[in-house]
């Protein structure tokens, strides 16, 4: 997983150089190919995560945890490769692969230890690296400027969770740091809908739009078997402002 997310990364990086180099190649040419297109996609999503849950320790009534803030804005990017499909008179259809890294959020809330004393808060991140088979509906208007689009993807999310941390609210308490993040596998969908400005940067276009993720459960690693639960992120949601260049 850390691999995929560097090579993301990496990815990204280099498409910010890539659509000038062909808008400087292409300009006054055909425009690129129309059997294929890459969009290559930035924006930023707010997550809502985290579950409020009871965790069963061997031989006591266990410990509750909260959630004090499961809403976090972060940064995402993502790139994709469409094959056209079939056109008709008012829309034309691409099917293909679309990836996206979801940066890092973090889940934060107390620990009520036995179901009475608040001793403890604790926190931890999640990151987030969907692969979707896509769908995209690019939908004609009368005016050659714009175009809508609408985007559906089904696939696997790889969730990272990490930095598991607890933190003392009163000097005589010492943390337990019961559990370690792990990766998970999960399903995952997203829909969303945009506008796409025609002939922006060159031939290529500009669409920027709404998007939604689903991105499944993860979970944290109890560390010891006297703890009796691993701890739960709960179902994982994110809305998106995204914006891509498709070349």
């Known amino acids: 997983l850390r691999i995929m997310m560097r090579l993301l990364n990496k990815l990204f990086c280099t498409s910010l150089v890539l659509p000038l180099v062909c808008s400087a190649g292409t300009m006054g040419n055909v425009g690129p190919s129309k059997l294929w297109s890459i969009p290559i996609q930035g924006g930023f999503f707010g997550a809502s995560q985290g579950k409020e849950q009871h965790v069963d320790i061997d031989g006591l009534i266990g410990n509750d945890y909260t959630v004090d803030n499961n809403s976090q804005i972060s940064g995402l990017v993502g790139v994709g490769l469409y094959f056209n499909g079939p056109s008709y008179n008012w829309f034309q259809l691409s099917y293909g692969v679309d990836a996206f890294y979801l940066g890092k959020t973090t889940v934060r809330g107390d620990i009520i230890q036995e179901d009475l004393f608040t001793n403890l808060s ?9 692969v979707y088979a896509a769908a995209k509906a690019l939908i004609f208007t ?3 400027r714009y175009n809508f689009t609408i985007d559906a993807g089904i696939g696997p999310n790889f969730m990272l969770t990490s930095d598991y941390h607890e933190t003392p609210l009163e ?8 559990f370690k993040g792990t990766s998970t596998t999960s399903f995952s969908v997203t829909a969303g809908a945009g506008i796409r400005l025609n002939n922006i940067i060159g031939p290529m ?3 920027c739009g709404y998007r939604f993720f689903y991105l499944g459960q993860g979970h944290l690693n109890r560390v010891n078997d ?3 639960d691993n701890l739960n992120t709960g179902d994982t949601y994110a809305n998106a402002l995204v914006c891509a260049v498709t070349i």
């Open 122 to 130: 604790y926190k931890y991140s999640i990151q987030n690296v969907p």
């Open 142 to 144: 009368n005016n050659p």
């Open 171 to 178: 000097d005589f308490v010492i943390p337990d740091h019961a």
């Open 205 to 207: 276009p500009l669409e």
């Open 226 to 228: 006297q703890y009796l």
